[in-house]
Structure formats: structure tokens, C-alpha cells
């Protein structure tokens, strides 16, 4: 003997109520005058009856089943709760969908974030997370989001308990993303339920729904972030990059010929107003075609020098010209001791072939304001020539580079944090505006 | 394995026993409750009709838990606020007795635990109360009580005719469950363990019309 899904009257307004809970249902909602009715009496006891200033509309109709969890579920119940913060209402609508065989699950619903929630038997474990209050279950650790006190506002259809408008029940809400844990008080017992965030689209497509979900808005207690997993990984990807990249520059240093093929010291004389240049003796540059490093050092204090400089292949002729400036400058004022320049100067020419080489030198100094009525000292310099070394710039430019992608994704991955607590209790309070 | 038959001694009708230890069973024709004896079948009861209940399970419903099929041979049914609530007697391969309660289709499998626990009498417990039983830690979450509303089919005890039953359900961190029985004057505890309907496997369910 099965029971029929009933069709029964509604003693108020003798309206038709469908009853789709086969008896699994302790309240019903008549649609048409809104009785909640006690669907545990063969007469349908008004239980309470409520005005709505207006009528609200499930987004997903009283009667329609959707594939979840492997299972058909029908939409028997709805909903609507709100809770007050700062005197401001938020309201959420819930869905209870039922299949006589599972038993109950429930849809919630707030500014387009969809949470598919079922009834957990288990207490979850009081602890803490950072400080904070939290929840365990099943290996998991919830950080406590909100505590409300949150009313029922709207019903409408069936209910696996005896529902009110203007019943309220304190709710608190840990989160896991994309879990969520929540325990509700009713009667002094403590109920507990796990939901998992859903896309509206999934809701769509699980119920056959036409057209689109509602775009949701803002940012989720339980909604995953986009910004999938934690910087972390993107830092330790990051890190194991700029080590490869240190290595190879290590690597670099050790296989690179990196040798002086030539120095020598000088002199120079800025009394004498005559040519001052001359050639060095001709050095060998071996090895593959490299780059070669001439660092020009001097003794320049408070002056400066110029240098006109040439790096001349011997067999070919073929040369290369460059002109430095090296000038240092110091003294000592109200902020203390300064100093301006450098005495000396490197500079790198790449894609040398091996070959003899010399240097064509030139220096060229003159008297500036400072120094005219002052005796020119003798100026000291050496000049020395490296073959193949190691270019450090390009590996200083190169990890940030490697780090800026965690970089920005820790900047995103807070950003969105910041959004989802911001509904929170722990909002911070100071600051933000909403 | 041969099933005890017998006949029942109100109507004469076919009673077979699928639970070689049953100790009482309902006749199917004239709703006696009858009790074995040594000897034969005392009729000392009647049930009234039960009323239309919503559990997809029934007598002969079979399934699978922990790796051992079970079928469906009695059961008792109670009321309390929240609807009927329906205690399933099971009979599991290897002959052991167990029960799947069933309320608004949450289902927990659970079993006689005989263990050396001390139970308090039923006026000292309330909810919030705490048990250490085999390192799993118990807390009373609701205290029930229910009203018996009948039986049917095998059960491993004598039971009828009862009124208010109290009860007390206990859980625990992990998903465990028990039940205090306070039916009978030693009261009576039972352990188990919730679990999924997809997860128990059963066959030869009732149906629901368009389901």
C-alpha cells in the first residue's frame, strides 16, 4: 500500500495543497492564501498564518526536480531568511529539495552564490585556527565567519519541520572554501549541515533550467577563489626558478675564461697641454668570441678626467672607440662627509674575436672653476683588460622578474580574501565602508 | 539454511521465520503477535494497523553493510514530534541480529552492544551528557521520547504493547552514533554509525508513485 502523493484543501481558504513530501513533511505552505498548515493532521491545522507585503517567487520553481549527487532531488520548499547587521537585513532564500529515498537537502541562495547543503550527523570539533574559532570535520579545518540570529521571513511548499515566520534561530558559519559548515540551534539542539559552493550554471543545468542564472555578486563566505590554491606554490615555483638561474650564472663563472690578458699603471701629467695619447703594447685575447671587459682606475679627487679609448685588432685594424668620463668629488658640509662619482670606470665590449689586440689611449683633463687656481696633481690610473666575465645585470634584472608573477598573485589571492571577509565578523571594522 | 515454519495459532496461517533466533513475529494474515516458546507459537497480542509511514525500506528489503548482505525481517515503528520513525530489524548473513533506524530518511545501522557499560537510569540523563565507550567519546544530542505505535514481523525479543518509550541519542566527533533504550528496566545500548542511503545498496525498496 503506497500513499499517493496527496492533493489535499486548505481549511482557511479550501485551496488545493500538493503535498510532495509522502508524509516525510511536518508543515505545508498553502500558495494560495499563505496557512502554514500541520501536515501531520488528517485535516491540515492551520499552524500559523502570514501576510507577505509581497509574494515572492522561488527562482526555481515549487515541483521541479534536478539531478544531484547522482540522485534526483524535487523542490518541495522554499524559504526566505534574513539576518540584521548594523540594522541592515540581508535576506537568502533557501530551497528544500527532497527525494523519498535520500531524504532531505537543501539549496541556499544569496546575491547569486549557490550553496548545496546537506545535514551532517557528526559534531564537528570545537578548536581554533590562528586564534580564531574553528571547527574540524572529516580532516578539515573551518575558520568561524558570522554568528546571526536569522529569522524566517517568507515560506512557501513543504518543510521536514514545523515552520514559522518569525521563527529565528542563531546560525554560525565556518568556512572552508568551497565548504562550508553550519550549525543551527532549534529547540536547544544543535544542528549541523556541510554545504559546497555551487555555480549558478550548475544550479542551471543540474535543475534544466532556461535562460541564466543570476550573476552573483561581490564575494562569497564560502565561494573558492579564483586565484586557485595559495601563493605559496607560485612563491616556491618562483624561488626554484631564481635558484635554477643562480646556478646557471655559477655555472656560467666557473666555465667562463674570466682572466686579465693585460694591465698596466700610468701617469698623467696635466701640465702638459701637448697630445697626450698614446698606444699600449699589443696583448693576446684568446679563446671564442667573448666579450672583454676595460676597467680604467684612477686616483681623480675632486677632478675629473676624460678618457677617449680604443680597443684596435692588430691583424685587422679594425677598432672599436668609447669615450668615459670618470670624475670623483668629496668634501664634508652641514650633513656631513659626501661624496659624488667614482675613480674609476668599466666598461664591456661584447663579441670580441680572439686576436691580438691593443689599446689606443687618450686622456684629456682641463682645469674647471674649482680647481684653475689650484696646482693639477699628477694624475694616477691603470688600465686593465678581462677576457670573458660574467655580466651580473642581466641576473639582477631577472629575479624580480621571476618573483614578480607570486608577486601578484599574493596581491590577488588577498584581494579576494579581503572581499570574502569583509561580510564577515571579521571585517575589521575601521576603514571600510559599506 | 532451513527456515523454521510453523502455524500460526490464531488463524492457522503459514508463519516462516527467515531469523533462526527471532523470539516473536507478527503473523502476516491475522496480524497476531505471536511469541516462540519451547514447544510452539503463543499468540499474545494483536497489532492495529499501521498507519502509512514514509520509509522506502520494508519486510524483505535486502542490502549490503560493511561487506555483509542483510535483509529486512521486522521491525518497530514509533512516533514522536518529528513523524514516524521506524527501527529496522535486520538479519545479516552470518546470522547476527542488527537495526537501521530510519527518521525522514536519515539512516544509521546500529547494533545490541553488550559491553561493560555502566548506564545511567533514565531520570539522570540529559543532553550534553558524555560516554567513553571503546575511545570513541558519545555526547547525548536529544533526549526523545516516543510513542510505540506497533511491530511487525521478527524481532530478537519480546515487544508489544508498549506506550511511551524514552530514548537517548548520542554522537560523536567521527560520525558514530548510539541510542539509550530505556524500554525495558536495564536499559539498553545500542552502536552504530550513520550512514548514506546510497551507501547500504538495497534491493526490493518500496516505490513511490513518480519516483
Known amino acids: 500500500m503506497t500513499p499517493k502523493p496527496q492533493a489535499s484543501f486548505c481549511p482557511n481558504c479550501g485551496g488545493s495543497i500538493e503535498l510532495r513530501g509522502f508524509g516525510q513533511s511536518l508543515s505545508a505552505v498553502?500558495?494560495?492564501?499563505?496557512?502554514?498548515?500541520?501536515?501531520?493532521?488528517p485535516t491540515l491545522t492551520i499552524l500559523q498564518q502570514f501576510q507577505a507585503r509581497e509574494r515572492i517567487l522561488p527562482?526555481?520553481?515549487?515541483?521541479?526536480?534536478?539531478?544531484?549527487?547522482?540522485?534526483?532531488?524535487?523542490?518541495?520548499?522554499?524559504?526566505?531568511?534574513?539576518?540584521?547587521?548594523?540594522?541592515?537585513?540581508?535576506?537568502?532564500?533557501?530551497?528544500?529539495?527532497?527525494?523519498?529515498?535520500?531524504?532531505?537537502r537543501y539549496l541556499t541562495q544569496y546575491d547569486g552564490h549557490w550553496t548545496d547543503v546537506k545535514p551532517i550527523k557528526a559534531i564537528p570539533e570545537k578548536t581554533t585556527k590562528s586564534g580564531k574559532k574553528a571547527v574540524r570535520y572529516l580532516g578539515s579545518t573551518y575558520s568561524h565567519f558570522q554568528s546571526a540570529t536569522a529569522s524566517t521571513v517568507y515560506v512557501l511548499g513543504e518543510f521536514p519541520w514545523r515552520v514559522r515566520v518569525g521563527e529565528t534561530n542563531q546560525v554560525e558559519d565556518y568556512v572552508s572554501p568551497p565548504r562550508m559548515l553550519s550549525s543551527e540551534a532549534t529547540e536547544g539542539e544543535e544542528v549541523w549541515s556541510l554545504g559546497e559552493y555551487k555555480d549558478g550554471s550548475e544550479i542551471w543545468?543540474?535543475?534544466?533550467?532556461?535562460?541564466?542564472?543570476?550573476?552573483?555578486?561581490?564575494?562569497?563566505?564560502?565561494?573558492?577563489?579564483?586565484?586557485?590554491?595559495?601563493?605559496?606554490?607560485?612563491?616556491?615555483?618562483?624561488?626554484?626558478?631564481?635558484?635554477?638561474?643562480?646556478?646557471?650564472?655559477?655555472?656560467a663563472r666557473v666555465f667562463m675564461f674570466n682572466r686579465e690578458v693585460f694591465q698596466q699603471d700610468y701617469t698623467y701629467f696635466p701640465g702638459d697641454r701637448g697630445e697626450a695619447s698614446f698606444v699600449t703594447p699589443i696583448f693576446d685575447v684568446p679563446g671564442r668570441t667573448s666579450n672583454v671587459e676595460v676597467k680604467v682606475t684612477t686616483n681623480v679627487e675632486n677632478a675629473w678626467i676624460f678618457f677617449n679609448l680604443a680597443l684596435i685588432n692588430d691583424d685587422t685594424g679594425e677598432a672599436r672607440d668609447w669615450g668615459r668620463e670618470i670624475s670623483y668629488y668629496r668634501g664634508r658640509d652641514s650633513d656631513g662627509n659626501w661624496s659624488e662619482g667614482s675613480t674609476s670606470d668599466s666598461t664591456i665590449l661584447p663579441s670580441v674575436p680572439a686576436g691580438r689586440y691593443y689599446l689606443r689611449v687618450e686622456p684629456e683633463w682641463s682645469p674647471d672653476g674649482s680647481t684653475t687656481m689650484q696646482v693639477a696633481k699628477n694624475i694616477q690610473y691603470s688600465l686593465m683588460v678581462r677576457r670573458d666575465v660574467t655580466i651580473l645585470w642581466p641576473y639582477l634584472v631577472a629575479v624580480p622578474l621571476l618573483l614578480l608573477p607570486a608577486l601578484f598573485r599574493t596581491i590577488q589571492y588577498w584581494g579576494f580574501e579581503q572581499k570574502r571577509w569583509q561580510e564577515s565578523d571579521y571585517s575589521?571594522?575601521?576603514?571600510?565602508?559599506d | 539454511?532451513?527456515?523454521?515454519?510453523?502455524?500460526?495459532?490464531?488463524?492457522?496461517?503459514?508463519?516462516?521465520?527467515?531469523?533462526?533466533?527471532?523470539?516473536?513475529?507478527t503473523c502476516e494474515y491475522c496480524r497476531s503477535i505471536?511469541?516462540?516458546?519451547?514447544?510452539?507459537?503463543?499468540?499474545?497480542?494483536?497489532?492495529?494497523?499501521?498507519?502509512?509511514?514514509?520509509?522506502?525500506?520494508?519486510?524483505?528489503?535486502?542490502?549490503i553493510y560493511r561487506n555483509k548482505a542483510f535483509v529486512v525481517v521486522g521491525r518497530i515503528l514509533y512516533e514522536y514530534e518529528q513523524g514516524g520513525w521506524n527501527e529496522w530489524h535486520l538479519m545479516f548473513q552470518d546470522g547476527v541480529s542488527g537495526w537501521l533506524s530510519d527518521a525522514q530518511a536519515e539512516y544509521a545501522v546500529s547494533a545490541l552492544s553488550k559491553g561493560p557499560a555502566k548506564l545511567p537510569p533514565s531520570q539522570n540523563i540529559y543532553k550534553g551528557l558524555s560516554f567513553q565507550?571503546?575511545?570513541?567519546i558519545y555526547t547525548i544530542s536529544t533526549v526523545t521520547r516516543a510513542r510505540y505505535v506497533g511491530v511487525q514481523g521478527e524481532l530478537p525479543f519480546e515487544y508489544w504493547d508498549k506506550s511511551e518509550v524514552q530514548f537517548a541519542d548520542l554522537r560523536s566527533v567521527t560520525g558514530h552514533f548510539a541510542t539509550i533504550?530505556?524500554?525495558?528496566?536495564?536499559?539498553?545500548?545500542?552502536?552504530?554509525?550513520?550512514?548514506?542511503?546510497?551507501?547500504?545498496?538495497?534491493k526490493n525498496l518500496r516505490s513511490f508513485e513518480g519516483w
Not at chain 1, 230 to 238: A, F, M, N, R, V
Not at chain 2, 14 to 23: D, E, L, M
Open chain 1, 30 to 41: 498553502c500558495v494560495q492564501c499563505l496557512s502554514i498548515l500541520d501536515t501531520k493532521t
Open chain 1, 59 to 104: 527562482l526555481i520553481p515549487l515541483g521541479k526536480r534536478g539531478k544531484l549527487h547522482g540522485g534526483e532531488y524535487e523542490v518541495i520548499g522554499f524559504q526566505v531568511r534574513e539576518i540584521l547587521v548594523d540594522s541592515v537585513a540581508y535576506q537568502w532564500h533557501e530551497y528544500v529539495l527532497f527525494n523519498p529515498f535520500k531524504g532531505f
Open chain 1, 205 to 251: 543545468r543540474a535543475f534544466k533550467i532556461g535562460g541564466s542564472p543570476p550573476k552573483p555578486v561581490g564575494v562569497y563566505a564560502n565561494q573558492p577563489s579564483p586565484h586557485s590554491g595559495k601563493p605559496t606554490e607560485s612563491w616556491i615555483l618562483g624561488l626554484i626558478l631564481v635558484s635554477l638561474l643562480l646556478f646557471t650564472m655559477l655555472l
Open chain 1, 428 to 433: 575589521g571594522g575601521g576603514g571600510e565602508d
Open chain 2, 1 to 25: 539454511m532451513s527456515q523454521p515454519r510453523s502455524n500460526c495459532p490464531n488463524c492457522g496461517g503459514t508463519i516462516v521465520f527467515r531469523f533462526s533466533s527471532a523470539v516473536q513475529t
Open chain 2, 34 to 63: 505471536l511469541v516462540r516458546t519451547d514447544v510452539d507459537l503463543k499468540k499474545v497480542g494483536e497489532v492495529a494497523d499501521l498507519p502509512p509511514d514514509p520509509s522506502p525500506i520494508q519486510l524483505g528489503t535486502e542490502g
Open chain 2, 133 to 136: 565507550w571503546d575511545g570513541t
Open chain 2, 181 to 202: 533504550d530505556y524500554s525495558e528496566e536495564t536499559p539498553l545500548l545500542f552502536r552504530g554509525e550513520f550512514v548514506e542511503f546510497d551507501e547500504l545498496r538495497l
